[in-house]
């Protein structure tokens, strides 16, 4: 079985360094770059790895829906093994690449699209296997958690962090997938794919921004409310699911709230196993780059993954219900506020329990009134 890297960027030289670290032959690297250190493994043209009957794994880290999307259905289509750390692909194709490979009786694997560094994916489909998923959550995304670590603990300016996030490379190309919640919500939908063997889009993710936090919000939640914390979720109710990504409130307790820097840590919730949280790198060239070097070598060492054919859930936000921190100038009316303070003309305003899809409707309004405004589920 010969390897084929796509891309030679941080992931995938990332990769291609640890393979060849612990003696695994890379047969391919496919860039447009020269990169004189590959020598003849260097290759511009696809077509050589594909008629490359030798090549039985394609490692595809471009990232980005094309050309990686051509590649990687080119590849299943001729019974190649497809790795990849592209949760954009991932998430944008599930679907279509898993039926591919069911049809050609391959893999697709992808651990390292969600979590980096972190053997996340490849757990929860082993605990799929065996075990009720009930809910996945977790820190997700480096940047934010970040930005709001040095927000609490160095009572550091927002965007100072956020341009430090970017300097030491956490930060997505336009940091608004980081900061407005698309990378999250991504990496959610394919971990409530996974966890309950059905198809979640990125827009079925219910997404609060936290780009608009303010020391207030800092101050007043560490004060009375414990930490806070980006995140996202998916539950199962019964035939449906609900997937969010919010700023989330957690007691100082919850282990969620020792991770600190640009660390992630995932969560399952099994019938059998119970709460199984994973923590480490989310991002960066050698730890993603060892869960897709890993992902590789489970291919070539024979250990194959099927996914069962999907079944069909719908996405119902109301059946999940949590009470919401909200801190605005707009006057909120209705019978939904449980306390509220007013602090230097800002109303902070813990609400009464209400379904995660009412508040979602309701933030639409009240960022017409305040667009400075900032919401947070408040986690039990
Ligand atoms: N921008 C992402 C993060 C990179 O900060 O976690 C890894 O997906």
Redesign the pocket.
């Known amino acids: 079985m010969k390897i084929a890297i796509l891309g030679y960027g941080v992931v995938g030289s990332g990769a291609y360094e640890i393979l060849k670290r612990y003696g695994y032959e890379v047969k391919w690297v496919l860039d447009i770059r020269p990169h004189d250190e590959l020598g003849s493994v260097l290759t511009s043209n696809y077509d050589d790895i594909l008629n490359d009957k030798e090549v039985s794994v394609v490692a595809e880290a471009i990232g980005g829906l094309e050309p990686a999307h051509t590649f990687v259905v080119k590849a299943l289509k001729a019974g190649k093994h497809v790795v990849s750390s592209n ?1 954009h692909l991932i998430c944008q194709y599930y679907e279509e690449l898993h039926t591919l490979a069911r049809e050609n009786g391959v893999s697709i694997r992808f651990t390292s699209s969600v979590g ?1 560094g972190i053997p996340w994916l490849y757990n929860l489909r082993r605990s799929v296997r065996c075990d009720e998923i009930s809910k996945v959550m977790g820190i ?5 958690n970040f930005i709001l670590d040095a927000m609490i603990t160095d009572s550091r300016d927002f965007d100072e962090v956020l341009k430090e ?1 970017q300097a030491l490379g ?3 190309a336009n940091p608004s ?2 900061i407005d919640g698309l ?1 999250v919500a991504r990496k959610t939908a394919i971990s409530a794919s996974v966890a309950f063997n059905t198809i979640i889009k990125e827009e079925n993710v219910s997404v609060f921004s936290m780009r608009t936090i303010q020391k207030c919000d800092i101050d007043y939640i560490c004060k009375n409310l414990g930490t806070v914390r980006y995140m996202g979720f998916g539950i199962k109710n019964g035939d449906s699911v609900s997937t969010f990504v919010e700023p989330t409130i957690l007691p100082l307790s919850a282990p969620e709230s020792t991770v600190c820097k ?1 660390f ?1 840590m995932i969560t399952l919730f099994g019938k059998s196993v119970g709460r199984l949280s994973f923590f480490g790198q ?2 960066g060239k050698y730890p ?1 780059g060892n869960a897709l070097a890993q992902d590789i070598i489970d291919v070539v060492s024979g250990c194959s993954y099927t996914q069962d054919t999907p079944i069909e859930l719908t996405v119902d936000n109301h059946k999940v219900e949590r009470a919401y921190y909200i801190r605005t100038k707009a006057q909120i009316e209705g019978d939904i506020v449980a306390k509220c303070e007013k602090i230097n003309g800002n109303n902070h305003i813990i609400t009464k329990k209400m379904s995660v899809k009412d508040i979602h409707t309701l933030s639409c309004a009240i960022l017409v009134s305040d667009s400075s405004s900032f919401f947070a589920g408040i986690e039990e």
Do not use: I, S, V
Not at 140 to 144: D, L, Q, S, V
């Open positions: 949760k980096g997700m995304n480096g940047t934010t996030a956490y930060a997505e997938a980081d990378d640009n992630n989310g991002a993603t």
